[in-house]
């Protein structure tokens, strides 16, 4: 007996939380899908509740939809792969090298960027890569030659780069704080070079660190669209901001809720990969 | 380096060893010592004395600040972990998560080139000397501490080094399973005759193993010696407490040792032979320890005590209070150089 209410008052700890997410997160998930299949009447703009295919024909042959998709993953795997090698030196000082007062300091210059608007922060990078912007001003200066990154992808890439960089160091660093001080001791002792052991010992025993950044670095940059549209140009449109001028200015929800769902399968598709390298692993 | 010169040479030899960290206190305040080649050599001391840090001097894990290491007569001071002939069996294990037994038992071999057969063969063999051949596919995760324990020495053994260091490595085990290993790592180490140097707190492990044992405190070697001298002459109060159970009493000027098992217990109207001892009290503590009884016998103003093991048998009349008299051979108290 006393089971059974153990039982229905788990129940009713779980019942608000659970009510929220099915009703508010999958429900409209659920609208989502639903609508992919609807289309707009063009005359009207209205919305018109019947199955159609069209939207997902448009994507699969319209070149443009291609190019946004492609830029949109190449940029979020780039950005990945930055941020990883970026993360690397950093969080190896700070997981293995430093006391825990330095950690401390070091960590929270990484995680201090965090605690100001995210707008600011991108809007400063503006200022830095503009034409008459910091960096051009540096270069002059040093007598290099200028650059033009404004408004271009590698803008993007940069911005991201610089964005998500906190996200990847932090679960590295503690996935390398958990590998114990003998097991590099181990891989020497039995002949291993430093390099040796970090390619046997240390880099794959980090790789659930990596991939839980990765979760960051990949799947936000995926679906961004505020970054691309204050830095980026006019060929650097993400299938955020496609989606966005689809359900703002043309009002055409199926086709954005089309394009949404090929978003939601790549990430979906990346979770469960990440998944398999350990992302979410006792984190 | 020779070969003339490293055939004859100690497996170890340490000089003048000196080690602090940090700003803290010195860990070695001077480590002198020579371990030859085949023995089973214990560095044995409370924690914080030293011998862990002696060890990782050894293994190359740390560098002294100053002094000098030599293995097989061949200064190895400044080298690096890998370009010493040395395994360790760390305290922890340190099995490598990510791979299965096999390829953690074959990885100073695949490091160094060896080629796939020979590895597998090799590795397999090591594993079916510490009996776990059939579970060489299973991640270290999948082992319980014992079997944990055997990989990692199977892991020391298969590179075949001149000299194997273990820190600790029965200290996580249960009683049982940690007598039957000191007898299978003794057996290995006879069997293959690689040097062993060995760390322990654990006075009985190290009696029980060793050719010779160095009793480490604060930083220095009290005594080197085989477990007998240790434990029938030692050097020091340092050593005769560390070592067994003992008695020090303090008597005319010096200090003398007395072992419990060299006591017993008498009637308090005992009448003392020409060639012993003893020390008239009441019985304060009596535990029953199976073979034998432990009994604290004090003077009635309580200024001066000896602890007896007397066999069971013997004992059973014995009662807390019961006034008796303690009673040694003259010849048994060994006297202490202070």
């Given at each position: ?14 019942l ?7 009703v ?13 299949f609807w289309?707009v009447d ?16 448009i ?15 190449g ?11 970026l ?9 293995r090298?430093?006391?825990p ?26 200022l830095?890569?503009g ?8 270069l002059?200066t040093?007598g ?5 990154f ?28 958990r590998i ?10 039995m002949?291993?070079?430093p390099f040796?052991?970090?390619r046997t010992?240390i ?12 979760v960051?670095t ?30 703002g ?27 398999r ?7 | ?14 000089t ?9 206190k010195?860990?070695?305040?001077g ?12 560095m ?7 011998k ?13 600040d ?29 099995l ?59 892991r020391?053994?298969?590179?075949e080094?001149s ?5 600790e ?17 003794k ?11 060995y ?14 044992i160095?009793v ?5 070697i ?6 007998e ?5 030692p050097a ?8 067994g159970s ?30 012993e ?9 009596i ?30 009349g ?8 303690a009673?040694?051979?003259k ?8």
């Amino acid at each position: 007996m006393t089971d059974r209410r153990k039982l229905l008052g788990h129940l009713a700890l779980l019942l608000p939380p659970f009510g929220w997410l099915t009703v508010f997160y999958l429900g409209s998930l659920f609208a989502l899908l639903l609508s992919a299949f609807w289309q707009v009447d063009s005359m009207s703009g209205e919305i018109l509740h019947e199955w159609t295919l069209d939207n997902f024909r448009i994507l699969a042959t319209d070149s443009t939809y291609r190019v946004i998709a492609e830029r949109t993953i190449g940029i979020a795997v780039l950005v990945t792969i930055t941020d990883i090698i970026l993360a690397w030196p950093l969080a190896y000082v700070i997981a293995r090298k430093v006391g825990p007062r330095m950690k401390l300091v070091l960590l929270v210059l990484v995680a201090l960027p965090l605690w100001s608007s995210m707008l600011a922060r991108i809007y400063s990078w503006r200022l830095i890569l503009g034409h008459d912007g910091v960096l051009n001003w540096f270069l002059r200066t040093a007598g290099l030659p200028e650059q033009s990154f404004a408004f271009t992808n590698v803008a993007l890439w940069i911005v991201f780069t610089y964005l998500w960089l906190p996200f990847m160091l932090m679960p590295l660093v503690s996935a390398l704080e958990r590998i114990p001080a003998s097991l590099p001791d181990a891989a020497g002792d039995m002949g291993a070079t430093p390099f040796q052991t970090f390619r046997t010992v240390i880099f794959p025993l980090a790789i659930p660190g990596m991939a839980a950044g990765s979760v960051f670095t990949f799947a936000v940059t995926l679906g961004e669209y505020v970054t691309p549209m204050l830095v980026g140009g006019a060929g650097s449109e993400f299938i955020g901001n496609v989606v966005y001028s689809n359900v703002g200015v043309s009002g055409n929800i199926p086709f954005a809720a089309a394009y949404s769902m090929i978003l939601l399968v790549v990430v979906g598709a990346y979770m469960l990969l990440a998944r398999r390298f350990g992302a979410f692993d006792g984190a | 380096m020779t070969d003339e010169s490293s055939l004859h040479a100690p497996a170890v030899s340490l000089t003048a060893l000196t080690k602090s960290y940090g700003h803290g206190k010195p860990v070695l305040k001077g480590i002198d010592l020579t371990i030859q080649r085949g023995e089973f050599f214990t560095m044995l001391g409370p924690s914080g004395s030293g011998k862990t840090t002696t060890l990782r001097l050894i293994g190359g894990f740390e560098l002294p600040d100053s002094g000098e290491v030599f293995l097989n007569g061949v200064k190895v001071t400044r080298l690096p972990p890998y370009r010493r002939d040395v395994n360790t069996m760390f305290q922890d294990y340190a099995l490598f998560p990510h791979m299965s037994l096999q390829d953690n038992v074959a990885y100073g071999m695949k490091i160094r080139g060896v080629d796939k057969a020979e590895r597998t063969e090799r590795a397999t063999k090591a594993l079916a000397m510490v009996h776990l051949e059939a579970v060489g596919d299973r991640r270290p995760s999948q082992l319980s501490g014992g079997q944990r324990q055997r990989v990692a020495l199977a892991r020391a053994l298969v590179n075949e080094p001149s000299l194997i260091l273990l820190d600790e490595p029965l200290g996580a085990l249960d009683l049982k399973l940690r007598r039957e290993m000191q007898v299978e790592l003794k057996k290995i180490q006879k069997q293959t005759g690689i040097t062993f140097v060995y760390v322990t707190h654990d006075q009985e492990e190290a009696l029980s193993m060793s050719d010779r044992i160095a009793v480490f405190s604060e930083g220095v070697i009290e005594q080197i010696g085989t477990p007998e001298e240790l434990y029938e002459r030692p050097a020091s109060g340092f050593v005769a407490r560390f070592i067994g159970s003992s008695n020090i009493l303090n008597e005319s000027g010096g200090e003398i040792l007395l072992r419990p098992e060299d006591i017993r217990l008498e009637t308090q109207d005992y009448a003392l032979t020409s060639d012993e001892a003893g020390l008239s009290g009441l019985v304060q503590e009596i535990s029953y320890l199976g073979p034998v009884t432990r009994c604290r016998v004090a003077t009635t103003d309580g200024d001066r005590s000896v602890t007896a093991m007397v066999p069971s048998r013997q004992a059973r009349g014995l009662d807390e209070n019961m006034a008796v008299r303690a009673v040694w051979s003259k010849e048994s108290a060994y006297p202490l150089s202070s």
